[in-house]
């Protein structure tokens, strides 16, 4: 078991469970989980790879666009609807595109993503608390998530 000064860590091979600076944190197989770093989301917004492991509240009376970083072996994101929007959909677009793999559960259906570009939070068909998550594995992200209502959600690659 190792112990990092800086906080109280534990590393325990593949698992590792404790609060490190900047909030708590499991990292299961290099994979970051649950930092306990939430940031409330209003604006426009390109993301880093120093913003791994972060939950996104999406709260803005007009949607805006996400931009993810490029892909990266173990980045984690997580967006979710925490205002309703009624005039312009959130966003959440890939850096490269034709990335975007995975499924969502939209008002019970599945919805496939298969090498699309971004994910749509629909505006006027938003419930607060819709969700989807991210991870990459340094080629491609994989998403799944779930809306409430129906087109709450969409995947498409417009380009």
Known sequence: MAMNEDSTYSNFSNVE??????GGAL?????????????TVAAN?????????KTYYLNAA?????????????LYFRFVVAAAFAT???VVDSAEGDNIDGSI?????VVVAGAEDQINFVASAEALGDYVELESDGV????????????GITV????
């Not at 469970?17 to 900047?22: K, L, S, V």
């Open 27 to 39: 990292k299961v197989g290099g994979v970051y989980r649950n930092l306990g770093k939430a940031v």
């Open 62 to 74: 007009a949607g805006k666009t996400i931009i993810l970083p490029a892909v990266a072996a173990g």
């Open 45 to 53: 917004t390109t993301l880093t790879a120093a913003d791994n492991g």
């Open 156 to 159: 498409t690659d417009p380009s």
């Open 105 to 109: 559960e939209v008002a019970g259906a």
């Open 140 to 151: 491609q992200w994989f998403v799944h998530g779930m809306a409430a209502l129906t087109g």
């Open 88 to 90: 312009d959909n959130w």
């Open 17 to 22: 469970i404790g609060t490190a600076t900047g």
